[in-house]
């Protein structure tokens, strides 16, 4: 397992929320099935609610072209899935994950875009 620190350069800011990519971690298992663990980091200002959009809408490509959709789509073998973790006033984490990356992938794209808002960050798989 590989684990990826990101500094702050990988961010969004919409409709009084910020995203950041906090880290990620890539995992091949013993089938040689390749993860990739990731956590993007929201705040938001009082009285707002947690994202909750950036759970069921995320999906992902890779540097081949592959497509993993989001967690609606769950007949797919690859995969965007996730959870809220530390959901405080002001700021949640969202623990994620994305099934079978191609273990060719030099790089995978997580995006996120709903009702006109849209971000990307990129992991680098190598």
């Known amino acids: 397992c590989r684990v990826i620190t990101f ?3 990988q961010k969004a800011k919409f409709n009084g929320y910020q995203f950041s990519l ?4 890539i995992h091949l ?3 040689q099935d ?3 663990y990731f956590c993007i ?3 938001y200002l009082i009285g707002k609610r947690p994202p909750d959009g950036i759970r069921y809408y995320m999906t992902a490509v890779d540097s081949n072209g592959n497509e993993y959709g989001n967690i609606l789509n769950r007949m797919q073998s690859r995969g965007v ?3 809220s973790e530390n959901v405080k006033l002001t700021s949640c984490d969202y623990e994620m994950w994305i099934s079978n990356v191609d273990t060719t992938a030099t790089w ?3 995006c996120y875009e ?3 808002h849209a971000f990307r960050f990129r992991i680098p798989l190598e």
């Not at 906090?22 to 971690?25: D, P, Q, V």
């Open 7 to 9: 500094s702050s350069e």
């Open 22 to 25: 906090k880290r990620a971690a």
């Open 29 to 31: 298992n013993d089938n």
């Open 34 to 36: 390749r993860y990739v």
């Open 41 to 43: 980091h929201t705040s």
């Open 81 to 83: 899935a996730g959870n």
């Open 108 to 110: 995978i794209d997580i």
């Open 114 to 116: 709903r009702f006109g």
